[in-house]
């Protein structure tokens, strides 16, 4: 971490107030959307002086809400072998003990601390399906870390893009990132982009590499090292690095980390303007960055403007043509969904019908009746046991019914790529100005397992004249119906657990268009208010410029 500096050097909460506004002002004028998040997060910080948020970020299972209940000595947040927490968890001091539950929709909820899983662990919580935006813990024996909140947040990468996102929209609330990294697993490139992401929130990032029970104490010099060197590569920083364990040496390794944050919790003021300080800094390069596109724009003759718009907007960068290639790359796709998972799933009917006849054979013996009971039970019977080879079928192979879902997602993420790289291209070579870097991502949703219901679906209507049929003479018969009629059966269910599949699958391919059409008309809007905007502006944007870079001169003190 960087040695404290004296705070005389450093701008004060009035000053940074006032480059906020400017970056404000600029981004309303501009319609800057891309700002907006990072923009209202610096402003909640400034407005409400809120404790420090020391955040426990990383990949899932790296053990991060282990080690915050180790560092608290009490298990206190919920943890697993798969991925666990749902939603972003605030600890911090209080004069008693009390959790509060904030919804996304505003209300506020108070549960006992024991309850705390059922908001924040997928288990209970599955896609946060209760909507919980924040849970607040508040306890008497966070007293030393008065100033802080340690938050726990959802891991990265995980199968649950829900977690994903939600740990991913919360960066910008970043004071000090604890980057969680299990000491057995070599550096991702998920956590190399993690880190550069988090370089625009905070000063502060420290490397906690977890497990460190796992190697010999060789391999954890070994290891520490070569994060050092492969962060000074890479980011060209140096960052401290920390081992913890919550099996073994914990005490040791706990004196350490606790040293770390409660620097930061006996210097709150101080580094609370440190950290707003590296938020406003960034926020006015992006600003400054998309300031310098408007200027080379407004430079241009007003008559050549249409013109100019129609060369960055042109025929190949236009929202028309990338919605149509959008919407081709979702049909083509869709319409392969079906047949791939019929086909993937045909291989099951023959040992399925196979079972069911094998199961049915020992069980038609002990069951009495005419042929209407008999007809009854064998329904109940194919009923109860379709729905439960339909459930497991579903639960263990629908990994493999993503493969429409994955090309889909590769499509679009292409298709948008190179979007991107022809406006930055048209733009740079129209105007000589570098669109700022925005890291885009289309999230495939996850769907849904479908609620296997089994509708009847029988064919045979003499049981309805079964008073005149003699059981004694009949019975083999209607037995070997039933059991050749279970082959049917199967591929019947087969078929429809092939179509919710499908429905779930084409659902989530069209919400991935549509967030991929939503950005492309962010982008296209933005870029087009920035031509429109700037006629005979040249002047006004000068200023503004001017006006950013002395401020940001004055922050970089
Ligand atoms: N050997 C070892 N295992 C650990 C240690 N800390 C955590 N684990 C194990 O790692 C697994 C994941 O722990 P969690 O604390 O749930 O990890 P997490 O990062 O919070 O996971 P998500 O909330 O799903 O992102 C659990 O099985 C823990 O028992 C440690 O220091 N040593
Ligand atoms: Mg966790």
Same mark, same amino acid.
């Given at each position: 971490?960087?040695?404290?500096?004296?705070?005389?050097?450093?701008?004060?909460?009035?000053?940074?107030?006032?480059?906020?506004?400017?970056?404000?002002?600029?981004?309303?004028?501009?319609?800057?959307?891309?700002?907006?998040?990072?923009?209202?997060?610096?402003?909640?910080?400034?407005?409400?002086?809120?404790?420090?948020?020391?955040?426990?970020?990383?990949?899932?299972?790296?053990?991060?809400?282990?080690?915050?209940?180790?560092?608290?000595?009490?298990?206190?947040?919920?943890?697993?072998?798969?991925?666990?927490?749902?939603?972003?968890?605030?600890?911090?001091?209080?004069?008693?003990?009390?959790?509060?539950?904030?919804?996304?929709?505003?209300?506020?909820?108070?549960?006992?601390?024991?309850?705390?899983?059922?908001?924040?662990?997928?288990?209970?919580?599955?896609?946060?399906?209760?909507?919980?935006?924040?849970?607040? #813990? *508040? !306890?008497?024996? @966070? $007293?030393?870390? &008065?100033?802080?909140?340690?938050?726990?947040?959802?891991? %990265?990468?995980?199968?649950?893009?829900?977690?994903?996102?939600?740990?991913?929209?919360?960066?910008?609330?970043?004071?000090?990132?604890?980057?969680?990294?299990?000491?057995?697993?070599?550096?991702?490139?998920?956590?190399?982009?993690?880190?550069?992401?988090?370089?625009?929130?905070?000063?502060?990032?420290?490397?906690?590499?977890?497990?460190?029970?796992?190697?010999?104490?060789?391999?954890?010099?070994?290891?520490?090292?070569?994060?050092?060197?492969?962060?000074?590569?890479?980011?060209?920083?140096?960052?401290?690095?920390?081992?913890?364990?919550?099996?073994?040496?914990?005490?040791?390794?706990?004196?350490? #980390? *606790? !040293?770390?944050? @409660? $620097?930061?919790? &006996?210097?709150?003021?101080?580094?609370?303007?440190?950290? %707003?300080?590296?938020?406003?800094?960034?926020?006015?390069?992006?600003?400054?960055?998309?300031?310098?596109?408007?200027?080379?724009?407004?430079?241009?003759?007003?008559?050549?403007?249409?013109?100019?718009?129609?060369?960055?907007?042109?025929?190949?960068?236009?929202?028309?043509?990338?919605?149509?290639?959008?919407?081709?790359?979702?049909?083509?796709?869709?319409?392969?969904?079906?047949?791939?998972?019929?086909?993937?799933?045909?291989?099951?009917?023959?040992?399925?019908?196979?079972?069911?006849?094998?199961?049915?054979?020992?069980?038609?013996?002990?069951?009495?009746?005419?042929?209407?009971?008999?007809?009854?039970?064998?329904?109940?019977?194919?009923?109860?046991?379709?729905?439960?080879?339909?459930?497991?079928?579903?639960?263990?192979?629908?990994?493999?019914?993503?493969?429409?879902?994955?090309?889909?997602?590769?499509?679009?993420?292409?298709?948008?790529?190179?979007?991107?790289?022809?406006?930055?291209?048209?733009?740079?070579?129209?105007?000589?100005?570098?669109?700022?870097?925005?890291?885009?991502?289309?999230?495939?949703?996850?769907?849904?397992?479908?609620?296997?219901?089994?509708?009847?679906?029988?064919?045979?209507?003499?049981?309805?004249?079964?008073?005149?049929?003699?059981?004694?003479?009949?019975?083999?018969?209607?037995?070997?119906?039933?059991?050749?009629?279970?082959?049917?059966?199967?591929?019947?269910?087969?078929?429809?657990?092939?179509?919710?599949?499908?429905?779930?699958?084409?659902?989530?391919?069209?919400?991935?268009?549509?967030?991929?059409?939503?950005?492309?008309?962010?982008?296209?809007?933005?870029?087009?208010?920035?031509?429109?905007?700037?006629?005979?502006?040249?002047?006004?944007?000068?200023?503004?410029?001017?006006?950013?870079?002395?401020?940001?001169?004055?922050?970089?003190?």
């Amino acid at each position: 971490m960087e040695k404290p500096l004296q705070t005389t050097n450093i701008p004060q909460v009035k000053d940074i107030k006032d480059i906020i506004d400017a970056v404000q002002n600029v981004s309303e004028k501009f319609g800057l959307v891309s700002l907006e998040r990072q923009l209202e997060a610096t402003q909640t910080l400034l407005s409400q002086n809120p404790p420090i948020d020391v955040a426990v970020l990383g990949q899932f299972k790296a053990g991060k809400s282990s080690f915050l209940n180790s560092l608290l000595g009490q298990n206190v947040l919920p943890v697993g072998v798969i991925p666990v927490t749902t939603a972003i968890t605030r600890l911090q001091y209080g004069e008693e003990e009390r959790v509060t539950v904030l919804l996304f929709d505003g209300t506020t909820i108070s549960v006992p601390l024991a309850n705390i899983a059922s908001y924040t662990s997928e288990a209970q919580n599955p896609d946060n399906k209760k909507n919980v935006a924040i849970v607040d #813990i *508040e !306890r008497p024996s @966070l $007293k030393k870390y &008065a100033g802080l909140r340690l938050v726990d947040t959802p891991g %990265l990468g995980s199968v649950y893009k829900y977690h994903q996102s939600t740990a991913q929209n919360w960066l910008p609330e970043v004071g000090t990132a604890l980057l969680a990294i299990s000491a057995d697993r070599p550096l991702s490139e998920h956590d190399l982009t993690l880190l550069s992401e988090l370089t625009a929130h905070t000063p502060n990032i420290i490397i906690l590499l977890t497990k460190a029970d796992l190697l010999s104490a060789g391999q954890q010099n070994e290891v520490i090292n070569f994060f050092r060197q492969t962060m000074q590569k890479e980011l060209h920083r140096e960052l401290p690095v920390y081992l913890y364990s919550t099996k073994t040496d914990t005490a040791r390794y706990q004196k350490i #980390i *606790e !040293r770390e944050i @409660l $620097k930061i919790s &006996a210097n709150r003021d101080f580094e609370f303007l440190r950290i %707003l300080r590296h938020k406003t800094r960034f926020l006015v390069k992006s600003a400054m960055g998309y300031l310098h596109v408007a200027l080379n724009s407004s430079l241009q003759a007003d008559q050549q403007k249409e013109n100019l718009r129609a060369q960055i907007i042109n025929e190949k960068v236009n929202e028309t043509i990338i919605r149509e290639e959008l919407m081709i790359i979702a049909r083509e796709n869709q319409q392969q969904t079906r047949p791939l998972i019929q086909t993937y799933l045909e291989q099951f009917a023959g040992p399925l019908a196979q079972k069911a006849r094998t199961r049915l054979a020992r069980e038609l013996a002990g069951w009495k009746g005419n042929l209407w009971k008999l007809t009854r039970r064998y329904e109940d019977w194919v009923s109860r046991i379709m729905s439960e080879e339909m459930s497991n079928l579903s639960k263990t192979e629908h990994h493999n019914f993503y493969g429409t879902l994955k090309k889909a997602h590769a499509s679009f993420s292409r298709s948008i790529e190179v979007f991107r790289q022809l406006l930055s291209a048209n733009i740079e070579q129209v105007l000589g100005a570098k669109l700022a870097d925005v890291e885009w991502e289309i999230e495939p949703p996850q769907p849904d397992q479908p609620d296997i219901a089994f509708t009847k679906s029988f064919d045979i209507h003499l049981d309805l004249i079964w008073f005149l049929i003699p059981m004694f003479i009949f019975r083999k018969l209607f037995e070997r119906h039933f059991i050749k009629g279970l082959h049917r059966e199967v591929e019947i269910n087969i078929s429809r657990l092939a179509y919710q599949w499908e429905k779930r699958i084409n659902y989530a391919i069209d919400s991935m268009r549509n967030q991929a059409i939503t950005y492309v008309q962010k982008e296209i809007t933005t870029i087009e208010g920035l031509l429109s905007q700037t006629k005979g502006k040249t002047e006004e944007i000068r200023q503004l410029t001017v006006l950013l870079q002395n401020l940001s001169d004055n922050l970089a003190a």
